[in-house]
């Protein structure tokens, strides 16, 4: 298959996703025994895949965004690295109702030179194309910045178009959220960012062919950006977002508008307190519903304002359901309520990472049932789920270590109620989906735990069994199957399930090349838009460097902090703490990454 390679895994989350069977209990107006009472019970996996990237070298493929089209199908965005102009590109991938891949697009920009582009919001537009939005690099002016880009297929997978839009006065800009008007038109909007100057929240309205129709930027503070927005009525739209006041200023504050087809302000409310976080949705009735968090009583709760901006009424998120979320991703509506689609808070026990969770909440936001889902080390943006009949489709990126260093996995999966007969098949076996494994001391590889039933039909229970090491010495196992090589040696690794028991044979030898490996720094520190370079150094056993930064690969644990490329150059993206792994012959070295705010004097 070209541009992807398809890892066959049919993840069943079991525990993970009991989404849809719940949606339909809802439906059926579940009776509301209190969230602790609330039965768990399975919901069908119908499919997944993991998409993994073709290049020799560089086979990350992230997925920032997905949507189901009028057809029956799916279609999923992100970026990969590409073979043909050695850079990272958007990839497109559309998939019919069965998970079948129907085609793939990885979009090659070429302006004097291959210009490289990610995409991060994906929509189905009114005539049955797909219109993607995300960001390029444009090098035209001298010093590279990352500007708006979008571009349109038919829903077959061809290029209609594609337009990048450099006349934004930021530094860097995305095309992160669309709307599509009713008249074919589309308004956009997304982050932006200046390194010497405020940079205000900005709106790009195109029309059907991509040519600009107008752009507009809304100064109110000091820096400010539009992360939320809803079509209304009148082709206008209610964007919500974050602004700062002065310069130096370390807190945002909330502010709501309404903005009409023109571009111009209708009403806009910048005393708000409270942040409008996930999606906006708009409700039966033609208003708007809201998810907003206040950060002094840290309280979330979903709010339906009407078009004028009024507020008609607010319905707290106070139970005990809520007391871990750190953020809700996407707010959907369903018969009789809604469904959060939530990332909880990091956790100790975890390794500081965190868990996501479906809350489904009645009619009242009052919370009915609640499922853990996802692996720990899923990322998932709002624009990567999206409701589908009684079901949902979401895609995510899983950065896993190879052993050679890291690389990112693009997962999608949809999950739909369970067919149920009048009699089950019985359990009949477990088996891995392969008997041995081999790896390398400090390399870690996912498995796949089958269960076969009576009439023949397998499902995938990795994330439901119960694992365990013969010798974690050796190999260890965590809970969702992941097995990570210690120390040379040959051990056993088990998984149970429903009173079965399988096993799989795991060599771990030791990792090539001898010597000491190492990097300039143990922590590098840049400003957002800066870039630095970083040198590797490898001493052999007669204790004689050398420098093999080409012959190093290089990667990031979080590219949206900082991004690094196959030089060991380093380009700060947001403020914030990352990892950059450095591997050479096998041997790995690891080093943070802070990315600050840049500090402008003025004279």
Request: glycine letters at 8%.
């Amino acid at each position: 298959m070209e541009g992807v390679l398809l890892v066959a895994k049919e993840l069943n989350l079991n525990k993970l996703l009991l989404v849809t069977l719940a949606i339909l209990m809802l439906s059926m107006g579940w009776p509301n025994q209190g969230f602790a009472a609330a039965l768990e019970e399975e919901a069908h996996i119908e499919w997944s895949h993991i998409l993994e990237g073709n290049h020799p070298l560089y086979k990350s493929v992230s997925g920032y965004a997905a949507t189901a089209t009028s057809d029956g199908g799916y279609v999923a965005a992100g970026d990969k690295y590409c073979e043909t102009p050695d850079e990272n590109c958007s990839y497109v991938v559309k998939l019919n109702s069965s998970g079948e891949i129907l085609w793939e697009k990885e979009m090659v920009y070429y302006d004097y030179d291959y210009e490289e582009n990610t995409a991060f919001t994906v929509i189905e537009t009114s005539d049955g194309s797909i219109l993607v939005g995300g960001e390029i690099r444009d090098g035209s002016y001298g010093r590279p910045r990352f500007v708006p880009y979008v571009f349109r297929l038919s829903a077959d997978g061809e290029l209609l178009w594609q337009k990048y839009y450099p006349r934004m006065p930021y530094y860097q800009q995305s095309a992160s959220y669309i709307q599509e008007t009713s008249d074919g038109d589309f308004v956009i909007t997304g982050g932006g960012w200046n390194e010497y100057s405020g940079s205000p929240a900005y709106l790009l309205k195109i029309n059907a062919n991509g040519e600009e129709i107008w752009s507009k930027t809304y100064p109110i503070g000091y820096s400010g950006s539009f992360n939320n927005i809803i079509l209304t009525s009148d082709d206008g739209v209610i964007v919500a977002g974050s602004r700062t006041l002065e310069e130096y200023d370390r807190v945002s504050l909330p502010y709501l508008l309404k903005i009409d087809h023109n571009g111009e302000v209708v009403w806009m409310k910048t005393d708000e307190t409270d942040y409008v976080t996930s999606t906006s949705i708009t409700s039966e009735d033609g208003n708007y519903i809201l998810t907003r968090y206040n950060p002094g009583t840290q309280a979330h709760y979903l709010q339906k304002i009407n078009e004028a901006g009024d507020e008609l009424w607010n319905k707290p998120l106070n139970s005990s359901a809520m007391d871990e979320i750190e953020r809700i991703i996407r707010t959907q509506p369903v018969d009789d309520g809604y469904v959060l689609f939530v990332q909880n808070k990091p956790s100790s026990i975890e390794n500081g990472k965190s868990r996501y969770h479906i809350i489904l909440l009645d009619e009242n936001a009052v919370p009915l049932k609640k499922y853990q889902f996802g692996d720990l080390d899923l990322g998932l943006s709002k624009n990567s789920i999206t409701a589908i009949n009684q079901g949902l489709l979401l895609t995510g990126t899983v950065r896993i270590n190879t052993g050679q260093g890291y690389r990112n996995e693009m997962h999608v999966l949809k999950i739909s109620v369970p067919n149920e007969g009048p009699s089950d098949p019985e359990l009949a076996r477990l088996e891995f989906q392969h008997p041995e494994l081999k790896l390398s001391v400090g390399q870690s590889a996912a498995t796949v735990v089958n269960a076969v039933y009576s009439d023949a039909s397998v499902t995938d229970v990795t994330y439901s069994s119960i694992y365990e090491s013969l010798d974690p010495s050796i190999a260890s196992v965590d809970v969702f199957g992941n097995i990570t090589g210690n120390s040379p040696g040959t051990t056993w690794i088990k998984a149970a399930y429903e009173g079965l028991e399988t096993r799989i044979a795991v060599e771990v030898t030791d990792a090539q090349g001898s010597g000491r490996f190492y990097l300039d720094s143990e922590e590098y520190s840049l400003s957002i838009g800066t870039e630095l370079d970083v040198a590797a150094y490898y001493v052999n056993e007669s204790g004689l460097p050398f420098k093999v930064t080409q012959d190093t690969m290089f990667s990031i644990d979080d590219p949206s902090i900082a991004t690094v490329d196959e030089y060991g150059n380093i380009r700060g993206i947001r403020p914030g703490i990352t990892h950059i792994t450095a591997t050479y012959n096998g041997i790995i070295y690891r080093a943070s990454v802070w990315v600050v705010r840049p500090y402008v004097q003025h004279i």
